[in-house]
């Protein structure tokens, strides 16, 4: 594998819903490129494709051009690369949500444990996996707590841990500060960046929190279905 | 890996728990259902066994004497007796009849069969819980003690008390009325006695009659008056057949030599269980498919909802990589786990109300275990539904707008 490949390259990315003159082009010309250990920001106004390159990225929607490669591995040219999506959702990608989304009947630790358990990994070994993250996020005194317990912050904490649970190469946030006031949103900023330097992973945090845009060293504006880069002003975060 | 439907119901408990309530109360009516049928078929089979009889001989061209009137007159097991292979024949009289607890002045009536028994002969309660048999010629009696009478107490059948001088159980009709025992001659009296007015009546209605009323035959009017008031007729002669004999061969004699109907054990039981009690059998059995329909309406509407109310979780858990058979097993186990909680508690419930049910309600392991069958496949049809609408939940949907 070549170590230019890893984290995510998105090269001429294309999407179109529907047919003939119904026809609606979400996605026109998408290109990304995010290193492993990077957190980027997506950053577009409602009805920008915002959530439609999400989607392909996270593989529930198919594209309709372009080539996607996540963590090296090729995952979309023209047509996906495998026929085990849920595998591939599963293994090479972590989802952090709006809302965290804890399965509310399983406690905190069986909430991240339960990604490595679907791969096929035994439940101690699993287990022991979420307990670690949940020490590195500092929730761990929560780990047998049900998510309904815990407090906005921490339940979003859970959720990163849970993304981070396989290990993937690749998170996809999609507005994970929005519920939380200033300080817990650049928590949860620090968090992914610490999280995103320590496991390698490539981050793309989708945001339209002017809290949080200040923080990243490079945006990606996408407008009608098209990104541009652009340099953000890294600010330190507390 | 872990059980996801394991963990929802323990993190829905009370939900789970009141819902199997409800349906398992609904399950133990349908299994108090299915008992009072089963219930039916033994008190048909515990008549037939109590009575001590091989071979039951009724009137020609009847099904009696407990699924059509029969009648014959009470000299016939005389001849019976003659025949080859005949060890034991006594008449027998059932009526079904409101009985007076207490005597004239109080008590309630209680229905019961007045069986009308020669001592010692077929017919005869096989055994007693209390008390004697009859040993008098008139007006004692051997009751079951679901006729709720005690020993030595006074009842009154017809215009006659009883003192009831025994008590035996599980001495029932077939439609399920507590026996009463009294000896042949008061079964016969209770059955075909006139009242004291008709008898007056007809007395004059003779001695009117020139025909009958001569001048030139003394004794003539007497005779006849004392023919009309008596009565030599029974319902049923019981056959015990002697060793080495066939039943049906006996019963062959009989229908050929004796000009009467002779049936089996086994043909007697087809009389009760698929004539006598088959429109009652139909009748649970469209209750018993009512039920079940509700019952899993009742599981897939919950199942349902419950699954609608889980649509965002679903919908991340396909999206983080859950096979869909993984969801699919939760919803089925859960729906399994709903029938299992109200198997239960239907099964508790039945074997808690079924002793107070006025008639023999029998619940059979078998059928409890069909009963285990049927609402475990009813669960799992109702839980297509919603599993039907789980595997239609978009993993996009968790994403965005």
Redesign the interface.
Known sequence: MNMADDGIRIEGLRKRYGSGDTAVDALKDVNMRVAPGEVVGLVGP?GSG??TL??CL?A??EPSAGRMTLGGETIYDGAWKTRDL??L???RIG?V?QAP?L????DVT?NV???P???GRP?AESRKRAVELLEALDVAHRARA?PSQLSGGEQQRVSIA?ALANQPPVI?A??PTAPLDSERALGVMRILNQMANQYRTAIIV?THDEKIIPTFKRIYHIRDGRTYEEAGEGRALP | MISLAGRDILHSWARFAFTGIGLGLLIGVTLSMAGVYRGMVDDAKALLDNSGADLWVVQKDTLGPYAEPSSLRDDSYRALLGLPGVADAANITYLSMQVRQGGVEKGADVRTMVVGISPGQPGEPGYLIAGRQITRGHYEAVADVKTGFALGEAIRIRRHDYTVVGLTRRMVSSGGDPMLFVSLKDGQDVQFLKDNEAILNERQRTAANSALNRPGVPGLLDAIQASQTSNHNVNAVLVRIAQGHEPEAVAREIRRWKHLQAYTRAQMEEILVSKLILTSAKQIGMFLVILSIVSAAIVAFIIYTMTLGKIREIAVLKLIGTRNRSIAGMILQQALGLGLIGFSVGKIAATLWVPIFPKYVLLTPEDTLRGFVAVMLICALASTLAIRAALRVDPATAIGG
């Open positions: 409602s915002k959530s999400l989607k996270g529930v929607i849920r595998a959702r599963r293994d989802f949500f989304y399965i509310p009947f399983l069986d444990a339960l990604l358990m679907l791969a439940n049900q849970r996809l999609d507005e989708v």
